[in-house]
């Protein structure tokens, strides 16, 4: 009878134990192999899994901390980008939750009918899709439904100020990484960081060596690359100002530095210009905050930041000088001369199909027949949906900018909420600005799609947080005696 217990116990034990030991030997044996040789197809595969386990394993709001890192460097596949999938992946877990939990999908905001009104716009833009671009519309609206997912999610699930300080510290680690992915382009631009996953190759290397390089980082794009690091030095600058700590301090303050650099290293004249219009709408968003001398250190900062950025740019690199681009700028009827190429033949074919525009995607021709992109996302939109698209995309804007102002309640005063509320209604400022001189829809630019509705998602967030404390205030007000 002790021998079968015996027995019995060995087997449960290598019932047990065996398939987990064969598991770690695999996996130590796919991971030495990456580490020798590694491939990009396969180090997809494992992300995949790290992905899986999150979802399933720990809370939602995990699953958008990671997808926060992961989104600046998307990989193409078949249908989409991993973006698009991962996020569908992450959507689609959610709804099986909630309804599984009988509690309701996504939180209601006051932007809601104006998102519904800029999806109506994408969907009946349709009508106009020549078949041969049907395909590639319904990938543009597949896109789409996951972008404004994403910023319902982030509403939903970042909904307290511990959830948003490590969702804002994310964005900028994000952003950061990014950014030295432009530092690595600059000084090794011919390096593979993931074979056939991330990379920081530039084309025409040697030509551009004499010319000037424009940085473009993983994401193979120096508009994307610049603009999500203006975004990112915002919320580096705000958690380099709250914490104490004077290694994580000094952290933050060489992250600042580096993304200042690499986005004057991009030579992107439209994120130039519409960081320096964040910077002064800052002075006048936290003016109560700054003082005579705050505004001399600040600004002797900043112009000291910006000058040696320039020397060692155009001293020590082969970078293209973002001020020398700006300088050398000449106009041609009031549009930049490297626009009115662009611009003018856009408008001109808006006019086709003026109210529901030609359809989600742009078709840029070859050969003979081969035209520029609009190069500014308010005649793209006019283009593709029409003047009731441009209505529903400008209402979206403008409905959002109203709602960040309740940085000023009090209820958001000397918050951290208020403050990043406020870092918000900067941001959807400077993105005004910013996409006057870009579009959305090349490959490259997917990933701006992404941290534009994150922000409308984390501007939500915030304005939901303040009205809960707005109403509990009141609550206390009535029933003290």
Same mark, same amino acid.
């Given at each position: 009878?002790?021998?079968? +217990?015996?027995?019995? +116990?060995?087997?449960?034990?290598?019932?047990?134990?065996?398939?987990?030991?064969?598991?770690?030997?695999?996996?130590?044996?796919?991971?030495?192999?990456?580490?020798?040789?590694?491939?990009?197809?396969?180090?997809?595969?494992?992300?995949?899994?790290? $992905?899986?386990?999150?979802?399933?394993?720990?809370?939602?709001?995990?699953?958008?901390?990671?997808?926060?890192?992961?989104?600046?460097?998307?990989?193409?596949? @078949?249908?989409?980008?991993? +973006?698009?999938?991962?996020?569908?992946?992450?959507?689609?877990?959610?709804?099986?939750?909630?309804?599984?939990?009988?509690?309701?999908?996504?939180?209601?905001?006051?932007?809601?009918?104006?998102?519904?009104?800029?999806?109506?716009?994408?969907?009946?833009?349709?009508?106009?899709?020549?078949?041969?671009?049907?395909?590639?519309?319904?990938?543009?609206?597949?896109?789409?439904?996951?972008?404004?997912?994403?910023?319902?999610?982030?509403?939903?699930?970042?909904?307290?100020?511990?959830?948003?300080? !490590?969702?804002?510290?994310?964005?900028?680690?994000? *952003?950061?990484?990014?950014?030295?992915?432009?530092?690595?382009?600059?000084?090794?631009? !011919?390096?593979?960081?993931?074979?056939?996953?991330?990379? $920081?190759?530039?084309?025409?290397?040697? &030509?551009?060596?004499?010319?000037?390089?424009?940085?473009?980082?993983?994401?193979?794009?120096?508009?994307?690359?610049?603009?999500?690091?203006?975004?990112?030095?915002?919320?580096?600058?705000?958690?380099?100002?709250?914490?104490?700590?004077?290694?994580?301090?000094?952290?933050?303050?060489?992250?600042?530095?580096?993304?200042?650099?690499?986005?004057?290293?991009?030579?992107?004249?439209?994120?130039?210009?519409?960081?320096?219009?964040?910077?002064?709408?800052? &002075?006048?968003?936290?003016?109560?905050?700054?003082?005579?001398?705050?505004?001399?250190?600040?600004?002797?900062?900043?112009? %000291?930041?910006?000058?040696?950025?320039?020397?060692?740019?155009?001293?020590?690199?082969?970078?293209?000088?973002?001020?020398?681009?700006? !300088?050398?700028?000449?106009?041609?009827?009031?549009?930049?001369?490297?626009?009115?190429?662009?611009?003018?033949?856009?408008?001109?074919?808006?006019?086709?199909?003026?109210?529901?525009?030609?359809?989600?995607?742009?078709?840029?021709?070859?050969?003979?027949?081969?035209?520029?992109?609009?190069?500014?996302?308010?005649?793209?939109?006019?283009?593709?949906?029409?003047?009731?698209?441009?209505?529903?995309?400008?209402?979206?804007?403008?409905?959002?900018?109203?709602?960040?102002? @309740?940085?000023? *309640?009090? %209820?958001?005063?000397?918050?951290?909420?208020?403050?990043?509320?406020?870092?918000?209604?900067?941001?959807?400022?400077?993105?005004?600005?910013?996409?006057?001189?870009?579009?959305?829809?090349?490959?490259?630019?997917?990933?701006?799609?992404?941290?534009?509705?994150?922000?409308?998602?984390? !501007?939500?967030?915030? %304005?939901?947080?303040?009205?809960?404390?707005?109403?509990?205030?009141?609550? +206390?007000?009535?029933? %003290?005696?």
């Amino acid at each position: 009878m002790r021998a079968v +217990n015996v027995s019995k +116990n060995i087997a449960d034990w290598a019932w047990k134990y065996v398939p987990l030991a064969g598991v770690m030997t695999m996996a130590s044996y796919v991971l030495a192999k990456e580490i020798l040789a590694p491939t990009g197809r396969t180090v997809k595969v494992l992300v995949l899994f790290l $992905v899986l386990v999150i979802l399933l394993r720990f809370e939602m709001v995990f699953s958008l901390y990671m997808f926060v890192v992961l989104f600046p460097f998307p990989s193409g596949i @078949a249908l989409t980008s991993t +973006n698009v999938v991962f996020l569908t992946l992450i959507a689609l877990l959610w709804v099986v939750r909630a309804h599984s939990a009988n509690i309701p999908l996504f939180t209601r905001t006051d932007l809601d009918k104006y998102i519904w009104f800029y999806l109506a716009a994408f969907i009946v833009s349709f009508f106009n899709v020549e078949p041969g671009y049907f395909a590639q519309s319904l990938k543009l609206l597949w896109l789409e439904l996951a972008v404004i997912a994403y910023c319902y999610l982030i509403v939903r699930f970042v909904d307290d100020e511990n959830k948003l300080a !490590t969702f804002t510290r994310l964005i900028a680690v994000s *952003s950061g990484l990014l950014a030295l992915t432009g530092l690595l382009q600059l000084v090794a631009p !011919t390096s593979d960081l993931i074979p056939g996953w991330i990379n $920081v190759r530039s084309p025409g290397e040697l &030509g551009q060596r004499v010319e000037g390089v424009r940085l473009t980082g993983a994401v193979a794009s120096h508009s994307v690359l610049s603009d999500y690091s203006v975004i990112g030095m915002f919320f580096m600058t705000l958690h380099l100002i709250r914490t104490r700590n004077p290694i994580t301090r000094t952290v933050w303050l060489g992250m600042l530095a580096m993304t200042f650099f690499v986005t004057l290293a991009t030579g992107n004249r439209g994120a130039f210009l519409s960081m320096l219009i964040g910077i002064l709408y800052s &002075g006048y968003v936290f003016r109560r905050h700054l003082s005579l001398g705050r505004v001399i250190i600040v600004g002797s900062l900043f112009m %000291a930041l910006l000058i040696g950025a320039e020397i060692a740019i155009r001293k020590h690199s082969y970078a293209v000088s973002v001020t020398q681009r700006v !300088t050398e700028t000449t106009f041609e009827k009031g549009i930049p001369n490297n626009r009115a190429g662009a611009w003018i033949p856009a408008l001109k074919g808006s006019l086709d199909h003026i109210f529901i525009g030609h359809g989600p995607y742009y078709d840029t021709g070859t050969g003979l027949d081969k035209k520029a992109w609009p190069h500014n996302s308010y005649i793209f939109v006019l283009y593709t949906f029409g003047i009731f698209g441009l209505i529903a995309f400008l209402l979206v804007r403008y409905k959002l900018f109203r709602i960040s102002l @309740a940085y000023r *309640s009090p %209820a958001a005063q000397g918050t951290f909420t208020g403050t990043v509320l406020a870092i918000c209604n900067i941001l959807l400022l400077v993105r005004l600005a910013a996409i006057g001189r870009t579009d959305f829809q090349r490959p490259a630019d997917y990933v701006s799609v992404f941290f534009v509705w994150m922000i409308f998602g984390l !501007t939500l967030a915030c %304005a939901n947080i303040v009205k809960e404390r707005k109403a509990k205030l009141a609550r +206390n007000t009535v029933s %003290a005696p």
